[in-house]
């Protein structure tokens, strides 16, 4: 992968848009990312790690990645170009984030996070243009691991090298290093295998266990179902022995004689079943025929006892005969007689109809007779004519009531218009005067604006100047006291280095005599012999440890230099802020600025409240006039409704007198005339009801006549006894039906009782069918329990047959589930590292991380070496960690080998330096590892971040050979770092600089150094 072209805006600590070209910065193929502390130089790569997978290393919230420094208007966006797998690609992502709304109520709206990919394609021309290639997340993400073969985890262990990491990584334990590498190689699919294989021993080992169990119920199925054989008398002696399941040929063929007892057995109930069947025939036949003559013999009996009862029945027969005589013909005579009593019913029902019609009449009309009658209801529609006549009249009379009422209502209303208006117009000179005072005060609150706005722009100015100017006073006292410390530190530094080279001189004559070798000419006097070498002294300086005290002398001075140019420019900042601010202090200017907004805040309110004021003073003067012209409305139909009111009143008065004479008793006039028509109805149903009695009257005394001459026809003498001999025709059809079934009866008897079968059975002795059902009954149980036993002995036989040709099926299963068991128990306990032939006592996992571990350590030392001089080799452990409990090994210790020295000794004990060198080199090698690992794919740009500043001059120099290597086959190096000695050996560098409105990126490439 190679970056050509990254653009950000709003992002982290860059406010506005910034560029980077990746093609002009890596020419060289090595490149300095450098900046002072907090600048943004991590937000370089933060920003390409954002671009490729939409979130940032470690686990920082994407929602914070918009600048604060950056505009409320300038939205939040990372543009990056790159080529991978021979595509070039540009990837444009917007985190969540907010933005000024005027729609939104709260006054600002949220855009949810956004990307878009697009590829580089060829037109037929020749030009270069972009293709887009997707715009949702999901496929975004697919197609960049696709290309770079990398997921995040990967790609900010192998492009974007975090040396603080790697440090901990070394000095780290086992269990620390096995989560990062367990991330980086995605080794969680071993452990998924190591759990499948134990998954799959249980179930192989559930399998055989089912099995097993099948075999052992099998075992005691077949024992139950021939339990009760081996249990008969006669087959104890025979009964072959239950063997064990552990011996499941012996199983079998103890059910396979099992089997033949039970097949010897059911011939045998056969044979009895068919014996019992024919003794319940016979038994059967028997019981059938003494059953017959049983019920000869009660039919017999039955038969004498019905002749008796007939001839009980014969004796009141004629009375019977007699009584069905006189039914018979009253029978004929039942319409007139039945035409007698319903005239009788309707002559009552008419009369009382009549006496109730007349009780609703006037006392003096109750005994007048039809004539009268119609005289008195001409009288009535006469009167009420003329009462109908007299509607309009009351109608007019409502009327009138109505329009007082109405101008009752208006004159109140115009009398409390007239109060309402009159009182208004008292209060009304005082509320003017009021409202025109506050008007002139707000007008001169609004004029005092500017002037105090003016005041505020001046008083911000020099509280901001006083801020800084105490800021820099702060910061002036502690680059002073810096400046001091430092300098302090130079003369103790340079002190000690002189001391030390001082003694170095001293002792000269004995470091030159320890370098003498017998027969090599002196390097001072040219002799070969030396006969009295002078002694090295204790505690004698060497060279190198001049060295390195001229070294820390130099660093301290570096510092102190450092420290004076910084405390000079705060000075000269300090005293510009100082001119500036005035000697006026913050707090006081503050307090002044809080009064002067204060004062600027109550004359806005009142300006702001001006408009309203004017206007309503307006609205007030323009309903005083409103005021003044309803009260004269008012006082005018106050005086209208009162004349209209008193001529109506004299209308009313003439019409009252008339109703009241028309109304008679009544309340109004329609009540008077419901009362005419209610007794003109009365008179009219008294009339009909005094005709229906008369017509009711004639018709009886016709009925009864007709019916007296028909009963003397028909042998009755009188009415009286031709309806007392009246019967009911069901009763009368009863009696003749009773006569009929009696002689129908009598001859079925008779019949009967000649019958030769019934008289045979009457001079036979009593049969006994108890006793033949007795028989019968235990003959069916006889039959019964052979038949079961019969039924028991084949179930018994076929299910012993069934049973053991599934004891053949499952002991076939037996054999290859015993063998896949013991692979599969074998297989896992190798890889959970229970069982010893696991020679490295390493789970599955464990072993694989401790290969990748050992391969990082193999590509890790090539760089080593060639950074230390040769001098140290990390060597991987796959011994036991100290403090770890149980027999397991994780395989993944790491020691340190000096082979000046050939002793190892914990990766705890290097330096400074040499932590720094053994973690790049760490990083690199796992670099490589994992690239192999995850595409294989070569990564043309890789960045360091930090770690230089612990370098010695030869090692730095070492350090940048192994980086130089690097570049090779067209590889960049960008190396994040503020350590001046970089700034001078690495001539492309990215400058980030540092401000207080956000930090800018400056490019240098060579020719600008």
């Not at 009260?631 to 209209?644: I, L, P, Y």
């Not at 190096?973 to 492309?988: D, K, M, N, Q, T």
Request: charged share 25%; net charge negative; hydrophobic share 35%.
């Amino acid at each position: 992968m190679y970056l050509h072209q990254l653009t950000v805006q709003a992002f982290g600590p860059f406010a506005r848009t910034e560029a980077v070209d990746f093609d002009a910065l890596t020419s060289n193929g090595l490149f300095l990312l450098r900046g002072d502390t907090g600048a943004g130089k991590t937000s370089i790569l933060d920003a390409v790690c954002f671009a490729l997978y939409g979130t940032v290393p470690g686990v920082r919230p994407t929602h914070r990645l918009r600048s604060d420094h950056a505009p409320t208007d300038t939205r939040t966006h990372v543009i990056l170009e790159f080529s991978a797998a021979g595509r070039r690609l540009k990837i444009t992502r917007k985190p969540k984030q907010t933005y000024p709304s005027k729609r939104a109520k709260t006054g600002t709206a949220t855009v949810e996070a956004t990307v878009e990919l697009h590829q580089q394609t060829s037109t037929t021309d020749g030009a270069a243009r972009w293709e887009p290639v997707s715009a949702n997340q999901q496929d975004t993400a697919r197609e960049i691991e696709a290309v770079l073969g990398l997921s995040k985890e990967q790609f900010c262990q192998v492009v974007l090298l975090p040396q603080g990491d790697f440090a901990t990584f070394l000095r780290s334990d086992a269990k620390d290093r096995a989560v990062l590498l367990r991330r980086l190689f995605d080794t969680g699919r071993f452990q998924e295998l190591q759990v499948w294989l134990t998954n799959r021993s249980k179930a192989a080992q559930k399998d055989l266990d089912e099995v097993t169990t099948t075999l052992q119920r099998l075992s005691e199925r077949i024992y139950q179902e021939a339990g009760p054989l081996l249990h008969q008398e006669g087959t104890s002696a025979d009964e072959p022995t239950r063997p064990g399941i552990q011996h499941p040929a012996d199983v079998l063929s103890w059910a396979q004689q099992l089997h033949t007892l039970a097949r010897n057995a059911h011939t045998t109930a056969v044979a009895d079943e068919k014996r019992s069947d024919s003794e319940h025939q016979h038994a059967k036949a028997e019981a059938q025929r003494i059953h017959e003559l049983a019920n000869h013999q009660a039919q017999h009996a039955q038969a004498q006892a019905r002749r008796a009862a007939l001839d009980d029945k014969a004796a009141d027969h004629p009375r019977l005969r007699s009584r069905l005589d006189s039914g018979r013909r009253t029978e004929r005579l039942r319409p007139l007689l039945d035409a007698v009593q319903d005239t009788a019913l309707v002559l009552g029902t008419a009369t009382t109809a009549e006496d109730n019609a007349r009780t609703r009449l006037a006392d003096e009309y109750r005994r007048a007779g039809i004539p009268q009658l119609r005289d008195v209801i001409e009288q009535h529609h006469a009167e009420r004519g003329r009462v109908e006549g007299l509607l309009p009249d009351e109608q007019h009379h409502t009327l009138l009531n109505t329009q007082i009422a109405e101008l009752n209502t208006k004159e109140e209303q115009a009398s409390a218009d007239l109060e309402e208006a009159g009182q208004w117009l008292a209060a009304w000179p005082a509320l003017e005067a009021e409202h025109t005072d506050l008007l002139a005060e707000m007008t001169k609150a609004a004029d005092q604006v500017p002037q105090h706005e003016q005041d505020i722009q001046a008083l911000n100015a020099h509280l901001q100047a006083a801020r800084l100017r105490d800021t820099l006073t702060i910061d002036l006292a502690s680059a002073t006291q810096t400046e001091t410390d430092r300098a302090a530190e130079a003369l103790e530094t340079k002190k000690l280095w002189l001391d030390l080279r001082e003694r170095r001189l001293d002792g000269m004559a004995g470091e030159l005599a320890a370098e003498l070798i017998d027969g090599a000419p002196c390097s001072v006097c040219g002799s070969p012999e030396h006969p009295a070498p002078a002694q090295r002294q204790p505690n004698q300086p060497t060279r190198d440890d001049e060295e390195k005290a001229r070294t820390l002398h130099e660093q301290a001075d570096t510092l102190h230099a450092q420290a004076s140019g910084h405390r000079n420019q705060l000075a000269t900042q300090q005293a510009e802020a100082t001119g500036a601010a005035g000697p006026t202090p913050y707090e006081e200017l503050k307090a002044q600025l809080n009064k002067v907004k204060e004062a600027h805040r109550a004359a806005c309110n009142a300006a702001s409240a001006l408009p309203s004021t004017q206007e309503t003073l307006a609205r007030l003067r323009t309903e005083a006039d409103t005021r003044t012209r309803q009260r004269q409305e008012a006082h005018d139909r106050v005086t209208e409704c009162q004349a209209r009111t008193k001529a109506l009143a004299q209308q009313q008065t003439t019409l009252s007198e008339t109703l009241a004479a028309a109304r008679g008793t009544a309340t109004t006039l329609g009540e008077r005339i419901t009362e005419l028509s209610r007794t003109t109805k009365d008179l009219s149903d008294a009339i009909d009801a005094a005709r229906t009695a008369a017509e009711a009257a004639a018709r009886h005394q016709d009925a009864t006549t007709t019916a007296i001459t028909a009963a003397h026809g028909a042998g009755f003498p009188t009415l009286d006894e031709a309806t007392a001999a009246l019967q009911d025709p069901a009763l009368l059809e009863q009696w003749s039906q009773e006569l009929d079934q009696w002689g129908k009866d009598d001859a079925v008897v008779t019949d009967l009782l000649k019958t030769p079968n019934l008289l045979e059975a009457g001079l036979q002795p009593p049969a006994a069918p108890q006793a033949a059902a007795k028989e019968l009954l235990e003959a069916e149980e006889r039959m019964k329990t052979t038949a079961a036993a019969r039924q028991q002995a084949d179930h018994r036989a076929t299910a012993l047959s069934e049973l053991i040709s599934t004891l053949e099926h499952r002991l076939s299963d037996l054999e290859p589930l015993q063998a896949r068991h013991a692979l599969a128990d074998r297989l896992a306990g190798i890889a959970s590292a229970t069982t010893t032939a696991n020679t490295f006592s390493m789970e599955l996992e464990a072993y694989v991380l401790a290969a990748r571990l050992e391969e990082i350590a193999d590509a890790a030392n090539i760089r080593l070496q060639a950074m230390t001089s040769e001098r140290y080799l990390l060597q991987h452990s796959a011994d036991k960690d100290a403090g770890r409990r149980g027999r397991l090994k994780s395989g993944l210790g790491l020691r340190i080998l000096d082979t000046w020295t050939g002793t190892e000794r914990e990766t705890s004990t290097l330096s400074g330096g040499e932590t720094f060198t053994a973690s790049l080199a760490l990083a690199l090698g796992l670099a490589d590892v994992v690239t192999q690992e995850a595409s294989g794919r070569p990564l043309g740009t890789l960045f360091i971040d930090e770690g230089f500043g612990s370098l010695d001059e030869q090692n730095l120099q070492e350090v940048m050979d192994v980086l130089d290597q690097l570049r090779a086959g067209n590889r960049a190096v960008g190396i994040v770092s503020h350590v001046a000695e970089l700034g001078r050996r690495i001539p492309s560098q990215l400058n980030v600089m540092k401000h207080r409105n956000g930090s800018t990126l400056r490019p240098l490439i060579s020719t600008d150094l």
